[in-house]
């Protein structure tokens, strides 16, 4: 015989080390899983009339506990899952009030066999005249719950189990070892929101790993480095609150408060002693886009709690840059592992799979996807955050967001263009945070420049290095060369010993190393768009071949049907259905494919990529036969200006010309095309002398204007941004380079 003593089970008898070890391994593999609740409890009326109905509505109907708390679920479907988990199943309840408690038991292997009708499994329903403690007590349950709840305020009330629910589940299904009950707390704290639970607590226990049992505590950090908070109301407005502690306040340079930008709101010396900013803006402006805002409003309102986590601690060549705190990395990264990932929560309960770590739902905003599209570094704006890197909560209610209605097994919400709407929304509230980091980080970038101009010796270290490149080639041309009279001595490469000399030649290059830091984001986004220039020169020949080809075919299929059917039968066609009609159609689609070919073809001529010195006047004459049909066929015209005499010429590149003029004009196509511009479709460029010797240019279209998308003017030359949706589900189509190409190029030569 064993018993159990001391949490582990102990035999009686006289049996052997190795014989009571086996039977005692034995004994742990038998298990009841217990679920407890300090709850409202349930009578028997109430458990025969809604708990063991299927399908009930009663959720529906009375959607507030007598506790006050909204309850979940409404199908009447989910004590089921209690078979998934054993095969018996006996559960106890108590009321407010009374002196005996409801038992309710089944064999779910009564349910198992052919031709079995669920009308013919009974379960038992009882009362008994007993107290839940008494039961606890009976079990050897009362030594195990705890006696008091969390911390709160400071406070840990006493719990009381004189109401409340017990289910005792047994001859479980599964084998539940020790990783099994750590997997259970893991996957419990995300049930949770941190810190917004309010008084719910959840408590795990197992005997065989008593340390990892207790209260599930899924706070985050408190060393996080940005936390957004984000009131979506429900007439439109939201009010966003950014805390920012990823800077070290004491040491931001004075210069920092100083520059031009830092003198908007929002951005003060206070601001940033405070730690945090409050703003509020309406709905419309913040999803910047032309679609109607009713969907969005629709949504109802919810509350957004976004952490955001560095992962690594900055570099002291960093430290000089920006000012930022040091954390502990290994905490961070624990805790992100089960916590991490934006999650939803319906009336303080998780609607999953989303945020699900480990999952494919785990980035359901699709945040991986933005920052691989744009990957410009945190001091450069139009970063986009990585999904790794944040965790986030969404509280939504059963009653004031009734378009997200979750599905009947808790996986998923229902309503997808309903859902679509809510993923936008929640995207532009976290480009909110993600404008506000990387305008902070980009000024003080500035802040530092302003305060660490390049030394006057850091040139002369240049010069240095130079010449001693240049000496040393002499050098070893002179090794290789045939003997010659010593006339002179060999030119040797300059002796850098002095220790001034050497602090200048480091200066210049730890200045190079800076700017090749700079320009790495750069290269990164050229080699992918020189690949697909190098596909498309690759099909140059195939292209040619099927421009030759569609622009003769219709004619050809015109002259073949005639030759095969009589004027008499094709007389007798009605004109809508009449072969040679829809030809014509076709022809017409075959003329827009063969300009687009053409016009491909020009982009990635050889003689486009030869500096030279270009006329203005001749290439904008080359625009107008590029663009001209395309622009005719959409009713656009196009009329260019070179002041005469002029000598308005530019030694460039042809395809930098390209990138500045054709990201102007096709960014002018697609907002002169949109139906609500009835007036007459303009677009103008004119070229004149400016002031410094060089040429002014001033380009014009009578479109609606600048997008809401860019509240502020300069933010159409951001890396990534554009205002370009698809229409159905409002996602970005636009590749947000045409302007910021183009600010490169006019600043790369010289211009501005």
């Given at each position: ?29 038998v298990l009841d899983l217990w679920i407890v609740d300090n709850g409202i409890g349930m009578s028997v009326r109430t458990i025969e009339d809604h708990w063991m109905v299927i399908g009930t509505d009663t959720k529906d109907l009375n959607d507030t506990s007598k ?410 041309a002179g090794d290789t060369a045939k003997p010659q009279p010593e006339l002179a001595p060999e030119p040797s490469a300059p002796e850098v010993t002095s220790r001034d000399d050497v602090l200048k030649v480091s200066r210049a290059y730890g200045s190079e190393k ?239």
């Open positions: 015989m064993f018993e159990f003593v001391g949490g582990k089970w102990t035999a009686k008898d006289d049996w052997t080390a190795t014989q009571e070890s086996a039977i005692a391994n034995l004994h742990t593999r506790g006050g708390r909204v309850v979940t679920g409404a199908k009447g479907i989910g004590r089921f899952a209690l078979d998934r988990l054993g095969q018996q199943c006996e559960m106890y309840s108590a009321e407010a009030g009374t002196d005996e408690i409801s038992h309710w038991l089944v064999d779910w292997s009564a349910f198992e066999g052919t031709g079995k009708v669920i009308g013919e499994v009974e379960a038992v329903l009882e009362t008994e005249c007993r107290q839940l403690v008494s039961l606890y007590r009976d079990y050897g349950l009362e030594d195990i719950l705890p006696k008091n709840a969390p911390e709160r305020e400071g406070v840990s009330r006493p719990i009381d189990y004189s109401t409340g629910t017990a289910i005792r589940i047994g001859l479980l299904n599964d084998l539940w070892d020790e990783k099994d009950s750590i997997r259970l707390k893991e996957t419990l704290e995300a049930l949770l929101p941190p810190h917004d639970r309010g008084d719910f607590d959840i408590f795990v226990h197992d005997h065989r790993v008593p340390l990892e049992s207790g209260f599930i505590d899924n706070f985050p950090p408190d060393q996080f480095d940005y936390r957004m908070l984000a009131d979506v109301t429900a007439d439109g407005q939201v009010k966003i609150t950014l805390q920012r502690q990823e800077i070290d306040f004491d040491r931001i340079s004075p210069t920092f408060f100083d520059l031009p930008a830092m003198q908007k709101p929002r951005y003060s010396r206070a601001d940033f002693k405070a730690g945090e900013i409050t703003y509020s803006k309406p709905l419309a402006e913040l999803i910047r886009n032309k679609e109607d805002p009713r969907q969005f409003l629709d949504i109802g309102p919810f509350f957004f709690t976004l952490y955001f986590f560095k992962l690594t601690n900055a570099t002291a060549d960093n430290l000089e840059r920006f000012p930022q705190k040091n954390f502990d990395v290994a905490a961070r990264k624990r805790w992100l592992a089960n916590s991490g990932g934006i999650r939803l929560y319906r009336d303080n309960f998780r609607v999953r799979p989303y945020g699900e770590p480990r999952s494919s739902a785990y980035d359901w905003l699709s945040m991986g996807a933005r920052s691989t599209a744009n990957p410009a570094g945190a001091s450069r704006p139009g970063w986009r955050v990585s999904p790794t890197q944040v965790a986030g909560t969404i509280h939504l209610t059963k009653r004031d967001n009734p378009s997200l209605a979750d599905q009947s097994n808790r996986e998923g919400i229902i309503n997808e263009r309903a859902f679509s709407a809510f993923r936008q929304l929640v995207i532009a509230l976290i480009q909110e945070f993600e404008h506000d980091r990387a305008y902070v980080l980009q000024h003080f970038l500035q802040a530092y420049k302003v305060d660490n101009p390049e030394p006057a010796d850091v040139e002369e270290g240049r010069a240095i290095a130079e010449k001693a490149l240049e000496a040393e080639k002499s050098s070893a800076k700017k090749n830091e700079a320009l790495r984001d750069d290269i990164q986004v050229m080699r992918g768009m020189a690949t697909l220039g190098t596909v498309l020169v690759s099909f140059t020949h195939e292209l040619r071949q099927v421009r030759a080809n569609i622009e003769t075919r219709s004619q050809r299929l015109s002259d073949a049907i005639r030759d095969v059917v009589s004027d008499e039968k094709l007389a007798a066609v009605d004109e809508m259905n009449s072969p040679f009609r829809i030809l014509e159609r076709l022809r017409l689609q075959d003329q827009k494919v063969s300009r687009w070919v053409n016009f491909a073809l020009a982009a990635v001529s050889p003689v486009k990529r030869r500096r030279r010195r270009i006329d203005l006047g001749e290439y904008l004459e080359g625009m107008n036969t590029y663009w001209g049909d395309l622009l005719t066929s959409r009713s656009i015209k196009l009329e260019t200006y070179v002041e005469s005499g002029a000598e308005l010429k530019v030694l460039a590149h042809e395809i930098d010309l390209d990138s500045v003029f054709y990201n102007l004009v096709n960014n002018s196509i697609e907002a002169l095309v949109r139906p609500s511009i009835q007036t007459s479709r303009e677009i103008s460029i004119k070229v004149v002398p400016s002031e410094d010797g060089g040429a002014e240019i001033q380009y014009k279209d009578n479109g609606p204007g600048l997008s809401a998308e860019f509240p502020t003017r300069e933010d159409i030359f951001l890396f990534g941004v554009t205002s370009k949706k698809e229409e159905a589900a409002g996602e970005a189509v636009g590749t947000g380079l045409g302007m910021w190409l183009l600010k490169n190029v006019v600043h790369e030569y010289g211009g501005k």
